[in-house]
């Protein structure tokens, strides 16, 4: 039988980190997943709590009810870190864990009562759920957050094999064992604090470099078009030229301006305007390459940066993204929004040593295009 006073001790250990892990969720604005791990950890004080009172209350509370609320604890965890790293959370994981974990421990102590049987049952379905998560975590991902995602997904596949330990431990019936043979005292009171330190830690790790990798892309995106804004521009322009002056390699830009904009905004109002420009951003980056970026400079005017390709290309590709613009019908409050843009063509020569000297070719093209009558391309 468990110690009362190991179990309580533990409990008050979980519940301060919950209100830790609590408190860093609400002061923390943004934060994701958070919540979720708070609900595990309650779940599992709570299972232990009727676990540890095994023999003065009912067994179906103390056996069934109390396995099947400790499974819930990687349930809670496989959701916070699903919405922590913006996936869909499979709802189905809280039944599929739940009603076999109650099953089991149903069937192992009145049908067919066998305690080895039901601790290798209950530690297959918590290795699963550990698969599940390790799953989960070992997906694509931005670089910021690659080590916290490989540190948990760790983390989690010691706690599966500890799993499978027991699980051969029951069927081998080895008094002997390794585990076993740590005092239980000992064992059952330092193991679960440890576990739940480790995962608390790995989480907030995990939640932070995640927070702190979307506030970085928040800050180098456009909030209205999702496009890259100026600063991200100037930083994307530098490597760019930097990396094309080591290879030797080609590199050019296009800058436009959607012609007329300000008629637009004065017909449609700053919302047809505003939807002018989300659907113009769209044109752009559907019909460039995933190696190529594209920024909202300002206003009406974009510029798109395309390594790798000459001048004659990127007059090829200009060129197609005027038809695409000029082919936009946008729709807006029942009225038809029609565009057109003047584009500008820069490539770096060998005498550039700096990002502005093409943007500023690639500026003097633009004007170029309008004094030639706009919606059409200029080279220089």
């Known amino acids: 039988m468990i110690d ?222 999702g496009l890259l804004n100026r600063r991200a521009l100037e930083q994307i322009g530098t490597a760019a030229i930097e990396y094309a002056r080591r290879q030797s390699a080609a590199l050019s830009l296009i800058i436009l301006d959607l012609d007329h904009f300000k008629s637009i905004n004065d017909e449609h109002g700053h919302d047809g305007g505003d939807a002018a420009l989300h659907h113009a951003a769209r044109c752009l980056r559907e019909n460039l390459r995933d190696v190529d970026h594209v920024a909202r400079l300002g206003g009406e005017e974009f510029v798109a940066v395309l390594p790798g390709t000459t001048h004659a290309r990127a007059a090829e590709i200009a060129e197609g993204l005027r038809r695409c613009l000029a082919n936009l019908t946008v729709e807006h409050l029942s009225q038809e929004i029609r565009l057109s843009a003047s584009f500008g063509v820069a490539t770096m020569l060998p005498t550039d040593t700096t990002w502005l000297e093409i943007l500023r070719r690639g500026d003097r093209a633009l004007y170029l295009a309008k004094e030639q009558g706009r919606d059409r391309v200029a080279l220089l």
């Open 4 to 225: 009362l006073r190991t179990v309580h001790v533990t409990a008050v250990i979980f519940a301060c980190l919950c209100l830790y892990m609590l408190l860093i969720h609400r002061s923390t604005p943004g934060l994701r997943g958070v919540r979720q791990i708070v609900y595990g950890y309650a779940a599992f004080a709570l299972g232990a709590e009727l676990l540890a009172l095994r023999g003065r209350i009912p067994d179906f509370f103390s056996i069934t009810v109390a396995n099947s609320i400790l499974i819930l604890i990687n349930v809670f965890l496989y959701w916070g870190i699903a919405e922590l790293l913006n996936l869909r959370p499979k709802r189905w994981f809280l039944p599929s864990s739940v009603i076999p974990t109650a099953v089991m421990s149903l069937y192992f102590s009145y049908v067919h009562p066998d305690v080895s049987f039901r601790i290798i049952a209950i530690s297959a379905i918590a290795v699963l759920q550990y698969g599940f998560i390790v799953y989960l975590l070992s997906g694509p991902g931005p670089r910021r957050i690659h080590m916290p995602r490989r540190g948990l997904a760790a983390l989690f596949t010691v706690y599966a094999a500890l799993n499978i330990y027991r699980a051969w431990e029951a069927h081998l019936h080895d008094p002997r064992s390794l585990i076993s043979s740590v005092p239980t005292s000992t064992f059952s009171f330092i193991t679960p604090i440890l576990i739940a330190v480790m995962t608390a830690l790995g989480v907030i790790w995990l939640a932070m470099a995640q927070l702190q990798n979307e506030l970085e892309a928040q800050s180098r995106t456009d909030s209205l078009t």
